[in-house]
Nanobody, 121 residues
Framework: QAHLVESGGGLAQAGRSLRLSCAAS????????FGWYRQAPGEQRELVALIMRGDVTTYADSVKGRFTISRDNTKKMVYLQMNNLKPEDTGTYYCYLRAWARNGPRDGAYWGQGTQVTVSS
């Protein structure tokens, strides 16, 4: 099994930046997708950014040009640099991993506990 721990959330004013980090632990044999989702109050969880095999990335249209996802495979970490934050970026940000981990399925999906991001206007 893999376990994910997020850090870096908090309160920011509109136009400022935050950087989220997510560390994966456990014996991981292969990573397919590593990234971030978010959920605003009363809304469904949505994809923010994902980095896939071959370092192919995908972003929600609402964050393109403002957010950048990156990862460090040796440290089993993924990062989300969030620039020019907007109040609508407010929500709980969840780290997501799809991977083959020891004692887990070949295509297991794992979620972190979430970190709160609040952007004030």
């Amino acid at each position: 099994q893999a376990h994910l721990v997020e850090s870096g959330g908090g309160l920011a004013q509109a136009g400022r930046s935050l950087r989220l980090s997510c560390a994966a632990s456990g014996t991981i044999f292969d990573i397919a997708d590593f990234g971030w989702y978010r959920q605003a109050p009363g809304e469904q969880r949505e994809l923010v950014a994902l980095i896939m095999r071959g370092d192919v990335t995908t972003y929600a249209d609402s964050v393109k040009g403002r957010f950048t996802i990156s990862r460090d495979n040796t440290k089993k970490m993924v990062y989300l640099q969030m620039n020019n934050l907007k109040p609508e970026d407010t929500g709980t940000y969840y780290c997501y991993l799809r991977a083959w981990a020891r004692n887990g399925p070949r295509d297991g999906a794992y979620w972190g506990q979430g970190t709160q991001v609040t952007v004030s206007s």
